[in-house]
């Protein structure tokens, strides 16, 4: 079965370091791309950017840029998302999914980490 | 970008048809061809219904439709059933970016 496994709820407080992960399985995991999706409370869904593992190319949204970094480790097949310094705006659900290399939708999601940062 | 614009809510009974819009401008959504919609029920993680405007992924219902006319794309469900109720979010893939709308609210009379 096709599939992405996020990482567990984390509670941290304010400038707080984070790295979140999604681990897929049983597909290659070189040959997709996979994006991070923010959704705050009650909110739409925000594209952060995107990571292709087999190269490590990475793309940031211009709202995202500097503010996250998107890395991958393919000899676990994990993807991450990471923060150097929380801010409580940064409380959000936080959704890995996936994009056929050569296809612009994504068609795999994992089931979503929630991020709360409160002091 | 900003989203795309999406009604925040709409609502229809059993057995009939709603429309879902998804408006953007044309350099993030008319000159493309590449539109998606998600399903995300309460507590759940969104799910891929449509994609290049009007395609089905296997195992998507055929009550779900895509359509796309200049800088608006379009989702029709037909036979409206109880288990339509969630949100729905189109998503359109301009060049080295991605745009959401803000997610409409459909709700099951």
């Known amino acids: 079965e096709v599939q992405l496994v996020q990482s567990g709820a984390e509670v941290k407080e304010p400038g707080e370091s984070l790295k979140i992960s999604c681990k897929g399985s049983g597909y290659s995991f070189t040959n997709y791309w996979i994006g991070w999706v923010r959704q705050m409370p009650g909110q739409g869904l925000e594209w952060m950017g995107i990571i292709y593992p087999g190269d490590s190319d990475t793309r940031y949204s211009p709202s995202f840029q500097g503010q996250v970094t998107i890395s991958a480790d393919r000899s676990i097949n994990t993807a991450y998302l990471q923060w150097s310094g929380l801010k409580v705006s940064d409380s959000a659900m936080y959704y890995c999914t996936r994009r056929p290399t050569g296809t612009r939708t994504f068609d795999i999601w994992g089931q979503g980490t929630m991020v709360t940062v409160s002091s | 970008q900003s989203a795309l614009t999406q009604p925040a809510s709409v609502s229809g009974s059993p057995g009939q048809s709603i429309t879902i819009s998804c408006t953007g401008t044309s350099s993030d959504l008319g000159d493309y061809k590449y539109v998606s919609w998600y399903q995300q029920h309460p507590g759940k993680a969104p799910r891929l219904l449509i994609y290049?405007?009007?395609n089905r992924p296997s195992g998507v219902s055929t009550r779900f439709s895509g359509s796309k006319s200049g800088n608006t794309a379009s989702l029709t469900i037909s036979g409206l059933q109880a288990e339509d109720e969630a949100d729905y979010h189109c998503g359109s893939y301009p060049p080295s970016t991605t745009v959401f709308g803000g997610g409409t609210k459909l709700t099951v009379l």
């Open positions: 290049d405007v009007s």
